[in-house]
């Protein structure tokens, strides 16, 4: 009896366990995004309204910043991409997308990083626990000319509700652009999920256990 319940209870924290442990791959190029995320829903901005009042909603998600000294606002880019995301960040701030459902794939293009204040880099946090450092990401670019573009993707196999960019430079102007969010093929549930069937499961072995105690 006793080793049933230990093994039950060890399936259980186990489970819970592996539930926290995130494992993200980042991507630099359109192609090999959409090839381990297809489907993910674009969003460019160019639809939606002129935004000087942070946090902005658009359709799918919600943009906030953080960090004093912000400039954050939603509207029209001087090197011809439309409508887009610009923000003017200081070091120790940055932007949050924030999503009503978790998903477990984003991406988006940048502009102009680096190119008012020298070498920067970006880093991220991601909801589901997990971050990186800048050699993940973006790091150490700078640019002497305007409206360069770089792309950024990742997926991650636990769901997140946002994702935090932050910015190694005061001053920097940074547009974000053609948002992508959805499903990777190798997803898993979020953490809390996946907690919970752990724990439904352990309570059911315990009480299959007392029954059959109480049949004995």
Avoid: C
Avoid at 180 to 206: D, K, M, N
Wanted: cysteine-free; glycine content about 12%; charged content about 10%.
């Amino acid at each position: 009896m006793l080793k049933h319940r230990v093994l039950l209870f060890g399936i259980a924290f186990m489970t819970t366990v592996a539930s926290t442990q995130a494992a993200s791959t980042i991507y630099t190029t359109s192609s090999s995004f959409t090839a381990a995320a297809p489907g993910t829903t674009l969003q460019n901005f160019d639809s939606s309204p002129n935004d000087f009042s942070p946090p902005i909603s658009v359709t799918g998600f919600t943009v906030s910043q953080y960090g004093s000294n912000q400039g954050l606002y939603l509207g029209n880019t001087s090197y011809g991409t439309n409508q887009a995301l610009e923000i003017t960040t200081n070091t120790g701030g940055g932007i949050t997308f924030t999503f009503a459902s978790a998903i477990t794939a984003f991406a988006f293009n940048v502009y102009d990083l680096g190119t008012l204040t020298g070498t920067t880099s970006l880093t991220y946090s991601l909801s589901n626990g997990s971050s990186f450092d800048s050699g993940s990401f973006i790091t150490g670019y700078h640019s002497n000319s305007h409206g360069v573009e770089q792309f950024f993707g990742l997926t991650s196999t636990i769901g997140f509700t946002s994702i935090s960019i932050a910015n190694s430079q005061d001053g920097d102007v940074v547009d974000f652009d053609n948002v992508r969010y959805g499903f990777a093929t190798t997803a898993v549930p979020e953490p809390s999920s996946i907690a919970l069937l752990g724990a439904g499961l352990g309570f059911v072995g315990v009480r299959l256990v007392r029954g059959r105690r109480t049949r004995s």
